[in-house]
């Protein structure tokens, strides 16, 4: 393995760094303290090119490798975890199955706008009763001529409000007893899509998660995505790199926790001397810095799987997921008890990374189904992971 990176890939995660300490940093708090999603500063993004990492450059992309977007999301959730999962949104999951499933005709529509920051993309899978388990949809798309009529509703959608369009995972039919699902593209303000935002949480207070609800809605047959039944094998085709996406932002927050928690140890003196002196500040400090690394390389590895041609990598997503998640709840919850008092403030940066960290152990699936994931890929080979 080699993660080693040319001067273009360095320029453009340089350029993204720069952007999130000019952007970024100083906007923070603000966004934060009015739980609004920065609409404004997901425009420029747009505008430094850091929306389409991937994406070839014939459709206004970067055109580069999942190694240097993987960086570059790292850099960006040092200073916001939100905003640096639109880049892994756009890259990865939205922006990628337009590109790969998408007609010529909803790649103008969407494709391109979507990467310059001009729109922004929903994923509308998980349902109320469903949770991780997005091949329990309820959702139903029937065909009614040339169009089809959705019925269902979809919970814990986040950037409900700002977004202009959802990518909706709905039943179309069933085989053999099972169901096939469909992916269609519903633009906001279409007659029987109401998107309704939830109250406040605990975390995402920044995603604007909200419910969207179908009732009788009809979209054309051009709001397809793909053909009809692989709508769960497109949804299922970014996963895994979306997962790797979640281990590199999260590895930028512990970074983040690492730093705060360092610059705070050296400065708050107490009896006479810096708490850095003592074992068990140390011991946090240490265990923030050596799971980072463990994050970053779990994160790197399977990128590199995944520019190496490697199409299936489900352990070793679920790994990233499952390690750079509870890392990062550890790093926070030790930042915030190194700071006592003042990490419970909420304009405080580790206070902030706190709280959304817990919702990353939930999103995308549990800790405890990438587990299960983990487990059941090695004992059902009966190998060991190399």
Known sequence: MDFSLTAEQEDFIRAAREFAEREIAPNADAYNREERFPIEIYRKMGKAGLLGVTIPKAWGGAGLDNVTMMRTIEELGYHCLVLSAVIGLNSVMTGQQLYHFGTDAQKDKYLGPLIRGEILLSIASTEPQGGSDVASAQTVAKRDGDSYVLNGTKKWISYGVSSDAVMVLAKTDERDGKPRFTIFIVDKGTPGMTVTLLPKMLTRHVDEVCEVVFDNCRVPESARLGNEGSGLAIMLSSLEGNRCAFGARCAGAIRACLDESVAYANS????????????????????MATNMEAAKYLVYHLAWLKDSGVERARMESAMVKLFATDALMKASADAVQIQGALGTLE????????????????????????????????????ARAS
């Open 268 to 287: 708050r003196v107490l009896r006479g001397a810096p708490i850095a002196r003592h074992q068990m500040i140390q011991a946090k400090i240490a265990d």
């Open 347 to 382: 304009d405080s940066p580790v206070c902030r990374i706190f709280r959304d960290a817990k919702a990353h152990q939930i999103m995308e699936g549990t800790s405890e189904i990438q587990t299960m994931l983990i487990a059941e890929q090695l004992l059902a080979s009966g």
